[in-house]
């Protein structure tokens, strides 16, 4: 039986390789068809005219765009099939497969017999033969919808569907899901097969990377979903542990290019919560055929110049997370703006005007002053004001009125335009100007704050004396200039602070290129400043983008009002994908940044998905996790896992606990052993999760033990996942803040295969090691 078994799957192989032979066969005639149309687009340069040099750009770019994409090296490029039933209709979509979803009622006889009258190969990118009959189709496709929506219960034309495990051009094997086991079902007349215990375990399975795979051969119905929903409005979702939102979150994004590549095209921002997760999934979009099309950035680096590299603790986040910030930033900013003017201004002003001394005394720039702070606009866009009312009052001290009465407007106007004109382009007058009215930067007004006295000043009423105190020691890092680590808090502050400040307008001077002169050209751009292969576009002169067509937001939970409203900055004219588990949030008080979302979404329509099925952890530490989560969130279900193992969590006891700073000898022993016992007992990759204080320590403790194991800190390990997970001190996790036992959530659900939990003595372990906090 085994031997048949095997048969059975090797002819099988044998019959998808010969179908991804021809698929490559047809690949290597499309890449010359590209390379020709390269060629052909060069030689039409020679021509010189500018129509022609617009042609030649134009195809140079669409030809180079479709090389790219051809010649791009996929693990698996062919990956699924589906085997169908004929469909109530005959018409066919633009991708040359049938539409029809629902069987057609003579499709199956009435003795549950029925023959195979359509079959679908499904890949990265879609594929067509010579006669235009479908080889492969785009997984993005419509037709190739049932692959992924199908079920047992709802299999539509399904009768088989298969997924496809390739390296390079060899197809290495295949895994069946028949969906309509109660049919025979006949192929070119021989009876259909099914190879293998199911895709989907197969796929859950594999061993685990540093980096995510997309999961574009396992997803499911309910993910397929998310990924095809319209673009239109906003679209949430939730999902617990392991349902696959980050994914699912990516995949939507090349679907939305797929589907109108025009208005997405070097428009979609993905926003992750820290770099670890970006470096985690920056390959999922290059592996889906998308290079370059998708923005991927962490919270710490969505402003431009500024890298989130320091870490604050909770009682400090919370601070600089709260939506509070926005009214101490304004005043900071205003009172930045007087400490930054020379002492020596602020005491007058004296300028030469109709050839005599007119001077402006303390008092009367203190007047101008306040009345130029009396508007709204940004501090550094209200420079030009300041101007005009210190030239309003010099033109009154001087007399100007009385020389040039209005009796004659025109004359009256003149005279007044020549006054500024003399006063404003004095010395003098610059020279002050400059030194009263100062351009501020952001990050000069972050390190005024870290004066504690004047900070408490600026903060009257809406700060707390501690919070003052924990705020300006914070920001005391930074230098005079404000240069220096900045924590993910920090750069949302700073984009709030572009905001308040603003930024003189200056003009820009074009520089005349001398075929403007001759071929009446405005702009002459080549496809190479168009290449979509380009890590990401961004506006004319280096200008940082902060505007954006699609808006995908991950662990939406963990925003803070302040990031809420940086990243809504970036998505005002945006659709949003806003993906996320309150179960997970680490962010304190949830009722604050549900309102600072609503104002970064809007009042756009709202369109919701919850994601139910957990394909990460075996139901054994589901089941562990489940513990902690009636804890964190009484009433909360968790989502169902969908296999298991028969591995049950391991724990372990640390041992003496050291001194305050450093950990001891018998912790570090702890962690390196069981760690080494993981890494022995996986193929793939071990995560270390830590408290975040530990993190540097953990590093330490597990040098030397190779690149698949690593140590991260507890707000860190969101949205990772490893085939083997070591939690360290739970209590200590639990203890970080309020939302300590959510984290500790978090830490437990990381693993698709082991957990070992290692408990110190604030986990109060019993007799087996189980800490108090997971104990029934």
């Given at each position: 039986?085994?031997?048949q ?6 002819r ?7 179908h991804l ?7 290597e ?5 590209a ?11 020679q021509v ?5 040099l ?10 180079g765009?479709h ?6 090296e ?14 109530k209709?005959g018409v ?22 029925a023959?195979?009258?359509?079959t ?18 785009d ?7 049932p692959?992924y ?11 088989r569907r ?26 070119d007349?021989a009876?259909?097969?099914?190879v ?8 859950l399975?594999?061993?685990?990377s ?16 998310v ?12 999902g617990g542990?392991?349902t ?6 990516l ?21 992750s ?17 998308e290079e ?24 400090v ?7 509070r ?5 304004r ?10 003017a ?5 005491a ?5 005007a109709?050839g ?5 005394d303390?008092?009367?720039?203190r007047?101008?002053r ?8 940004p501090?550094?866009y209200l420079?030009?004001?300041?101007r005009k009312?210190?030239l ?22 003149e005279?007044?335009?020549a ?18 009215w ?6 000069a007004?972050?390190?005024?704050m ?9 903060s009257r009423?809406?700060l ?16 005079a ?17 572009h ?19 001759f071929?009446g050209?405005?702009e002459?751009?080549?496809?190479a ?5 380009r ?6 002169d ?13 662990e ?24 996320g588990?309150p ?5 304190t ?7 600072a979302?609503g ?10 998905f919850?994601?139910?099925v ?7 530490i589901a ?20 296999r298991s193992?028969?591995?049950v969590?391991?724990?372990a ?12 000898e ?7 052993r ?8 996986v193929?793939?990759?071990?995560g270390?999760v ?12 597990l040098?030397?033990l190779?690149?698949r194991?690593v ?11 490893y085939?083997?997970?070591?939690v360290?001190t739970?209590a ?19 693993a ?6 290692l ?5 109060l372990?019993?007799?087996?090691g ?7």
């Open positions: 039986m085994e031997a078994d095997t048969g059975v799957r090797e099988e192989i044998h019959a998808e390789q010969r032979d021809a698929v490559y066969r047809r690949l005639e499309k890449i010359h068809e390379e020709f149309l390269m060629d052909d687009a060069n030689q039409r340069a010189g005219t500018p129509g022609a617009a042609e030649r750009d134009a195809q140079v770019f669409r030809a765009v090389l790219h994409r051809l010649n791009s996929f693990e698996d490029f062919l990956f699924g099939r589906v085997d169908l039933l004929k469909g209709d066919r979509g633009p991708d040359g497969a049938h539409t029809s979803v629902e069987p057609a009622d003579d499709a199956v006889r009435p003795d549950a017999t023959d195979i009258a359509e679908l190969h499904i890949g990265r990118l879609g594929v067509l033969d010579a006669d235009y009959t479908p080889l492969v189709i997984w993005r496709a419509p037709a190739a919808a692959f929506r199908a079920t047992p219960v709802s299999p539509g034309r399904v009768v298969r997924v496809i495990r390739s390296k390079g051009r060899v197809v290495l094997g295949v895994e069946d899901d028949l969906l309509r086991p109660e049919l025979t079902a006949r192929l007349g009876e259909l097969p099914a293998g215990d199911g895709a989907l375990m197969a796929a399975g594999r061993a685990r540093h980096t995510m795979r997309d999961i574009v051969a396992s997803i499911q119905a309910e993910q397929d979903e990924i095809r929903a319209p673009a239109a409005s906003v679209t949430e979702v939730e542990p392991g696959g939102k980050t994914a699912v979150a995949h939507r994004a090349a679907y939305l290019l797929y589907q109108d590549r025009r208005r997405y095209a070097g428009g979609i921002l993905v926003v919560p820290t770099p670890l997760l970006v470096a985690y999934t920056e390959g999922v979009l290059p592996s889906l055929g370059g099309q998708v923005a991927i950035r962490a919270l710490g680096s969505l402003v431009d110049g500024a890298e989130a590299d320091a870490h604050d603790p909770q009682p986040a919370r601070v600089k997370g709260s939506a910030m926005t009214k101490v930033l005043r900071a900013a205003r009172g930045t703006l007087e400490l930054a020379d002492p020596a201004a602020a007058g002003l004296r300028v030469l109709f005599a001394r007119v001077e402006l303390a008092e009367e720039l007047r101008i306040a009345t130029v702070l009396s508007g709204t606009a501090l550094n420079r030009p004001r300041a009312l210190l309003d009052a010099l033109w009154q001290r001087a007399g100007g009125p009385a020389r040039h009465p209005a009796t004659d407007p025109e004359l009256a106007a005279a007044r335009e006054f500024d004109e003399e006063v404003a382009e004095s010395d003098e007058f610059a020279g002050f100007l400059a030194a009263w100062r351009e501020l930067t952001p990050r007004v972050l390190a005024a870290a004066d504690e006295k004047r900070l408490g000043r600026w009423r809406v707390q004396p501690r919070e003052v105190r924990r705020l300006a020691r914070s920001l005391s890092r930074l230098d200039a404000g240069q220096g680590p900045l924590s993910v808090h920090d750069v949302a502050l700073l984009d709030e602070l905001v308040v400040l603003g930024a003189p307008a200056r003009p820009r001077k074009r520089e005349i290129d001398p075929l403007d002169q071929t050209l405005a002459l751009t080549t496809a400043d168009r290449d979509p292969t890590r990401e576009r961004r506006p004319a280096g200008e940082e983008r902060r505007d954006y067509a699609h808006v995908i937001v991950d939406a939970q963990d925003l803070t009002p302040m990031q809420w409203r940086m990243v809504g900055r970036r998505g005002r004219h945006a659709t949003w994908t806003v993906v588990d179960a997970q949030s680490s962010w008080d949830q009722e604050e940044a549900a309102e979302r104002e970064a979404l809007g009042t756009r329509p709202r369109r919701r919850e994601l139910t957990n394909y990460r952890n075996p139901s054994e089941e562990l996790a489940s513990r902690v989560l009636a804890l964190a969130m009484p009433g909360t279900q968790p989502p169902k896992a969908v193992t028969g591995l969590p391991r724990f006891v640390t041992g003496t606990a050291g001194g305050a700073g450093e950990a001891g018998a912790v570090a022993a702890a962690v390196r069981e760690a080494a016992r993981l890494l022995a007992e193929d793939g990759t071990v270390v830590v408290p975040m204080a530990r993190r540097a320590q953990a590093a330490r403790w040098a030397g190779g690149a194991v140590a991260l800190g507890s707000l860190e390990a969101k949205g990772l996942e085939d083997a997970t070591l360290v739970p200590e996790i639990a203890d970080e803040s309020p939302a300590g036992l959510r984290v500790l959530y978090v830490a437990l659900t990381r698709t295969q082991r957990l070992t939990i408990s110190g003595e604030r986990d372990p019993d007799a087996d189980v800490p108090d906090l997971l104990r029934d």
